[in-house]
């Protein structure tokens, strides 16, 4: 008999794969803390997409058409909803003042702890779904109010001081105000203190809870089956800290993804809402989905903000972060 799309051999070996992944990451290929140039950043995120298309070819071959464009259509809504953690990075970065050589080492650990952080939201939402069907209504209204609010109220300005962890973090913790290279922990006087590199880690990982709550929802609505709803997960976030250090210093053209990725989570929505009434074909799925993302990059690019919109702060890519 053959082995079933979720069983333990496909989640040990995918698991072991994605170990291997990271080892290469920070083991080999980033021993030493140095800037991340475009280039090295392109070849890793070219690296990651290539892997998931592998990966993607290989669902097809093995299990057949839907779960390959399942995984596909996953990977592509997961991947766009990304984009606005790279927003937050910027964001969290200019506030923190991070160097520009220790930006990767807080990502790649912050990526890190959102492997663990999804696997455990998608468990729980599969496990959640499968006693108590009727939350597949509750999810699927959830993502068109967020939708809606993207398109008609925007999703406002990120300020770390508000967050509620670097609130408790401070209060708890003694925090020497300098950075000691890559390092997390410090000893001072005799005692164990946090570097402000370890709030910055708080904080991206705070900020993935908030994000998983509109992403794992949304491909819940494409697909019920946990290990394709974890592999699709897992490769967007492997190649999320690549992007970031590609599109750092011109994400501000991107103004109208946004909007895209409003549409998606209301079609998503609406898809699930209407899941008892009628179903809707996954070649379909991807197909306006990828229409919408494409659209609103493509109306971002060739429409770019008029004179005396707001920029993204200076300084926040890796070249400008250099030269401070």
């Not at 930006?103 to 006693?131: K, N, T």
Request: overall charge positive.
């Amino acid at each position: 008999m053959p082995e079933s799309i979720g069983s333990p051999l496909f989640w040990g070996l995918f698991l072991a794969g994605v170990a291997v992944i990271l080892f290469l990451d920070l083991g080999v290929l980033n021993r030493k803390a140095h800037v991340v140039r475009p280039r090295e950043a392109a070849l890793w995120c070219g690296f990651c997409v290539t892997l998931a298309l592998l990966f993607c070819a290989w669902l097809g071959w093995r299990f057949g058409t839907r779960p390959a464009l399942e995984f596909l259509t996953g990977y592509l809504i997961e991947y766009a909803l990304s984009v606005d953690n790279l927003f937050v990075f910027l964001v969290v970065f200019s506030y923190f003042g991070v160097p520009a050589e220790l930006q990767h080492r807080a990502l790649f650990w912050g990526i890190v702890g959102a492997l663990v952080l999804r696997a455990a939201f998608i468990l729980a939402g599969a496990a959640l779904l499968a006693a108590f069907h009727w939350l597949i209504y509750l999810f699927g209204a959830f993502l068109i109010v967020t939708g809606v609010k993207l398109l008609f109220v925007g999703d406002g300005e990120v300020d770390p001081e508000k967050n509620p962890v670097l609130r408790l973090a401070r209060r708890l913790l003694p925090v020497t105000p300098r950075y000691h290279g890559q390092r997390f922990f410090v000893r001072e006087a005799g005692r164990l203190v946090a570097t402000p590199l370890f709030l910055v880690l708080l904080v991206i990982e705070a900020t993935d809870v908030v994000f998983a709550v509109d992403s794992i929802p949304a491909i819940f609505g494409v697909t019920r089956d946990p290990f394709i709803v974890f592999t699709s997960n897992i490769f967007a976030i492997l190649g999320l800290r690549a992007l970031y250090f590609l599109l750092a210093d011109f994400m501000g053209r991107f103004h109208y993804l946004k909007y895209g990725l409003g549409l998606v989570l209301a079609f998503v929505g609406f898809k699930m809402v209407g899941s008892h009434w009628f179903k809707v074909p996954i070649g379909l799925s991807l197909a306006v989905i990828a229409t919408l993302l494409a659209g609103s990059v493509a109306l971002s690019w060739f429409r770019p903000p008029p004179a005396g919109a707001p920029e993204p702060p200076p300084g926040l890519g890796p070249d400008d972060a250099q030269e401070k």
